[in-house]
């Protein structure tokens, strides 16, 4: 069954330092997001991106995040100097025509 | 504003047993609605959805009901299973968009023996 990947599964930073979370979206789909879940909390809507660009955003990301498809393959979330309440598990989403299937997602730990 | 809710933040049954776990949401715009699963350390996994234009679906072992007079939304299990334990969330879709998601609190399900 094709999923989504994201790697690393997990990540420790220093406070102000830049992270880069990798997501391999499942091949034929077109929609990518990115969610994130801080401990005990909900899932929140960060991005959407569309034919390479992003279609959607949220309050939370804000100018210290970007998004990029640098190839066919690969969805990256970039967090320019990463503040402790980044901390969080990322998740990575693609979706065809029909449901949004969601990776195992990335624990963020900033110090 | 937008927003979908749960009326339980844990439930407990016994193995076997049926369980059943709401959400209120309350945007009328939205017009899918989607339940997840969440198991410790993973990301949500998809169990069943709904579009509005229905009011039951039936999968294995799961049922969702969607009631839009009231804007409510359950699950259904039959014969929960220790398995089953895990953290429920609903999901919305506003229609008109690129299909983000705003997700309910979650609800734990813990299975008994």
């Known amino acids: 069954e094709p999923e989504v990947t994201q790697t690393p599964s997990h990540q420790v930073t220093q406070m102000g330092q830049e992270v880069i979370l990798r997501c391999v979206p499942i091949?034929?789909?077109?929609?990518f997001y990115w969610y994130r879940q801080i401990l005990g909390q909900k899932v929140e809507f960060l991005v959407s991106?569309?034919?390479?660009?992003?279609?959607?955003k949220s309050e939370i990301f804000d100018d210290q995040f970007s998004v990029e498809r640098p190839d066919g393959s690969n969805f990256t979330l970039k967090i320019r100097s990463t503040k402790l309440e980044d901390s969080a598990m990322y998740f990575c989403?693609?979706?065809?025509?029909?449901?949004?299937?969601f990776g195992q997602g990335t624990r963020l730990t900033v110090v | 504003g937008e927003s979908v809710g749960l009326h339980l933040p844990t439930l407990s049954v016994q193995e076997g047993d049926n369980s059943i776990i709401n959400c209120a949401y309350s945007n009328s715009a939205s017009d899918y609605f989607i339940w997840y699963k969440q198991e410790s350390g993973k990301g949500p996994q998809f169990i069943i959805d709904i579009r509005s234009n229905m009011d039951k679906r039936q999968g294995q072992r799961v049922t969702v009901l969607l009631n839009k007079t009231v804007k409510h939304l359950s699950l259904q299990i039959a014969a929960t299973q220790p398995g089953d334990s895990a953290v429920y969330f609903c999901?919305?879709?506003?229609?008109?968009?690129?299909?983000?998601?705003?997700f309910g609190a979650g609800t734990r399900l813990a299975v008994h023996p």
């Open positions: 989403a693609s979706r065809g025509q029909g449901e949004t299937f």
């Open positions: 091949s034929n789909h077109l929609y």
């Open positions: 991106f569309y034919n390479n660009e992003i279609s959607e």
């Open positions: 999901a919305e879709n506003i229609s008109g968009g690129y299909n983000k998601l705003i």
